[in-house]
């Protein structure tokens, strides 16, 4: 594994809910980043038929761009009883604006009265270097997917995620508590002990 020796990183996203779960994740480790939203990068088209395809394409795509060490994150929410929909596909799900009270609307829309409401967030983490070389890992969490929507905090379809073993969902939790569990956090506790110790 590759270790990261810089003193800055580019957090490869537009998505500024995003970088601020990431910002906070990184700030033990890393002096100093920008995000691509920041730098102007261009967004590259997501291709890539995974999440972690994704992922090493975002990070490839801002590393280059940037000429500086990036980390991408491709991220969703499979629901079972869709087939792991969203999938890849979460952000688009929500129209060109990528507007998530849309895409959950639609979720609940398409499971319907089926009784099984088990779900996933996955994140894979991908880091890259201008080389083209790439580090990745992977985080889950499981829980089930309620309605109607509860909470303002976090992003995305996290008002209607509730993690197994608790009874608020993502939206109604504190910021700090959900780092602890999250799909992101899973991804970057291994990404911190192979990559930024």
């Known amino acids: 594994m590759r270790k990261f020796k810089d003193c800055e990183l580019v957090i490869a ?17 890393v002096p100093k980043f920008y995000t691509a939203g920041e730098l102007d990068l261009p967004e590259p088209e ?11 394409l975002k990070a490839r795509a801002a590393a280059q761009a940037s000429g500086k060490v990036s980390l991408a994150d491709d991220s969703g929410l499979a629901v079972n009883a869709l087939g792991g929909d969203p999938g890849i596909y979460s952000a688009r799900w929500g129209g060109e604006d990528k507007d998530f009270n849309v895409a959950m609307q639609k979720i609940h829309d398409a499971l319907g009265d089926n009784e099984d409401r088990s779900a996933h ?12 070389h790439a580090e990745v890992f992977e985080g889950f969490v499981h829980g089930n997917i309620v309605w109607p929507k509860r909470g303002a905090q976090g992003f995305g379809y ?3 995620f509730q993690a197994n073993g608790y009874d ?8 700090s508590d959900k780092h602890a569990i999250s799909h992101r956090a899973n991804a970057f506790k291994l990404l911190v002990k192979n990559c930024l110790r």
């Open 168 to 175: 608020i969902t993502f939206g109604e939790m504190q910021p």
């Open 158 to 160: 996290d008002p209607i």
């Open 46 to 56: 997501e291709t890539g038929a995974s999440f972690v395809e994704n992922a090493v």
């Open 121 to 132: 967030f996955v994140c894979v983490l991908a880091l890259a270097w201008p080389d083209g």
């Open 13 to 29: 996203t537009h998505n500024q809910g995003k970088a601020r779960e990431i910002s906070a994740l990184l700030s033990p480790y």
